[in-house]
């Protein structure tokens, strides 16, 4: 509703309301990243939770090690980066397999709800990807 209303009805460009749109759509971010393509840019908003997609990364559900279930435990390690962004690793408790989660340092951050997650965003332009 709220897309219709800034963007069909008022006129604003959807490059602009996009942000304020994904706080509402804080449950997609479980599921995909979103990729907004507008004249020669392209905008890729990645979830980011410090339980489940630790700086935009999916943290699986098993150990990588051994297999273990739900056995991964997170701590930040390092100093804060820009914007308050920090390495996240997570170990797993039984057979203490880790792995590293680097902040994404160029990412912007759109807030949402939940105090602990973000969207965060990268932007790139259509002459930077490879042919």
């Known amino acids: 509703m709220e897309y219709v209303h800034r963007v069909l009805i008022q006129g604003f460009p959807v490059q602009k309301v996009l942000p304020s749109l994904l706080k509402l759509a804080e449950p997609l971010g479980l599921h995909t990243s979103i990729v907004h393509i507008h004249d020669a840019s392209i905008v ?4 980011s939770d410090p339980d489940l997609a630790p700086n935009g990364h999916p943290l699986s559900i ?5 297999g273990a279930i739900r056995s991964m ?3 930040s390690e390092g100093k804060m980066g820009k914007g308050g962004k920090v390495t996240e690793v997570f170990t797993c408790s039984i057979c203490a397999h880790s792995i590293r989660f680097p902040a994404q340092e160029s990412f912007g951050v759109v807030k949402v709800a939940n105090p602990r997650a973000c969207w965060l965003s990268s932007t790139l332009s ?3 990807i490879p042919k």
Do not use: F, S, V
């Open 126 to 128: 259509i002459h930077d």
């Open 62 to 66: 098993q150990c990588g090690g051994c």
């Open 44 to 47: 890729e908003y990645i979830w």
């Open 73 to 75: 435990n997170g701590k």
